[in-house]
């Protein structure tokens, strides 16, 4: 079965300090989103990629997060420096571009990050 | 705002009987609906979708129902079976999905033996 796997499964850090978290989508997948999971908001979309390159970031906040796509296999989601609202689960998810299509997305197991 | 609106965060259904999940959005612009099922340390794994175009789309024990006079859909499963247990989560997306989805909170569905 073709997954996208995330690393780490599970991060705790202190606040101010830098955080990365990274995502290997599925081969041949040329869409990569970022979501955040939280009790308050649910599943917020953050940002977005294809074909490596970013189409929108209007979900994150700009002055701490980043989001890149160094090569068609991993994406990377930045945060500099971490805060406690950060403390959420953080996915990655890939797909083909979808048009009409019926297959959604296939995610990650997430990130589970705890900032102290 | 919520755009995507579940309002029933819990559901119990008995097992063998139907079990029936809304949803409800705002935006007008969405054109294509899909269901997500999430369990504990998992991510969300997608369940059925369906396009504006339709008003209903069935894959086995799945069917979803669209209403676009009244922006509601709502996912239809029968018989509900105890690995049905999840969070469901509804989806919206204004660009046939490939332009990211806005989701609901979700509804904790609970099939009871």
């Known amino acids: 079965d073709a997954r996208v796997t995330q690393t780490p499964r599970h991060k705790v850090t202190e606040m101010g300090q830098e955080v990365t978290m990274r995502c290997q989508p599925i081969l041949g997948h040329n869409t990569v989103f970022w979501y955040r999971q939280t009790m308050m908001q649910g599943l917020e979309l953050l940002a977005y990629f294809r074909n490596r390159a970013p189409l929108d970031d209007s979900g994150m906040p700009k002055d701490r997060f980043s989001a890149e796509m160094p090569d068609a296999t991993l994406a990377t989601l930045k945060i500099q420096p971490s805060e406690p609202r950060d403390s959420a689960v953080y996915f990655c998810a890939s797909g083909l571009e979808i048009g009409v299509s019926s297959y959604g997305y296939t995610f990650g197991s997430g990130t589970r990050l705890t900032v102290v | 705002d919520q755009q995507v609106k579940q309002n029933s965060p819990s559901l119990s259904v008995q097992e063998g009987r139907i079990s029936i999940l809304n949803c409800d959005y705002t935006n007008s612009m969405f054109d294509y609906f899909l269901w997500y099922k999430k369990y504990p340390a998992e991510g969300p794994t997608f369940l059925i979708s369906i396009s504006s175009i339709k008003d209903k789309n069935e894959d086995g024990r799945f069917t979803v129902f669209l209403n676009k006079s009244a922006k509601h859909l709502s996912l239809h499963i029968v018989p509900s079976q105890p690995g049905d247990s999840a969070v469901y989560f509804c989806?919206?997306?204004?660009?046939?999905?490939?332009?990211?989805?806005?989701f609901g909170k979700g509804t904790h569905l609970i099939i009871q033996p």
């Open positions: 989806a919206a997306s204004s660009e046939g999905g490939a332009d990211g989805l806005t």
